[in-house]
């Protein structure tokens, strides 16, 4: 975003508001030191398991019905297989809660890297009866979570 901040000549300004400054990643943001950026970063992803050290799924479902879209959402919750070393997150409203009309609920998949996530979703989707007034979208290690 701060590549944003100016124009040409004319000088510009970020802000940056935190509970917690002295966050390496903030530090680093805030120094502009990009290698102590990416080592903090690549340190919380490898304590959390995300990628690259882990996996992670989206389920997006989509419906102009909000009643439709809330019960798969809820169908999907109270139906998730057993799994180690696996996690569900939601459903919540996506960040884009809204598009062109559409209600849009999203749970996440946290997985180990060596967990067999395309086989764990598939059984799961399978659990659940998705009516044709909704679309469901699977994104594998999603570029972004919009």
């Known amino acids: ?70 019960k798969v959402a809820r169908d999907l919750a109270e139906n998730i297989p057993n799994a180690e070393r696996l996690e569900v997150y939601g459903p919540a409203d996506a960040p884009l809660a809204l598009v062109r009309g559409r209600r849009r609920k999203r749970l996440l998949v946290r997985a180990d890297r060596d967990v067999d996530l395309q086989g764990f979703l598939r059984a799961w989707l399978a659990r659940v009866k998705v009516p044709g007034s909704v679309r469901l979208s699977v994104d594998v290690d999603p570029y972004s979570f919009l």
């Not at 590549?3 to 940056?16: S, V």
């Open 1 to 70: 975003a701060t590549g944003r901040a100016g124009r040409a000549d004319k000088p510009g300004r970020a802000i940056l508001q935190t509970w917690t400054p002295e966050h390496p990643v903030l530090m680093a943001l805030a120094a502009g030191d990009r290698d102590a950026f990416v080592e903090a970063e690549m340190a919380e992803r490898e304590a959390a398991s995300l990628p690259p050290h882990g996996r992670l799924a989206a389920i997006v479902l989509s419906s102009e019905n909000a009643a439709a879209v809330e």
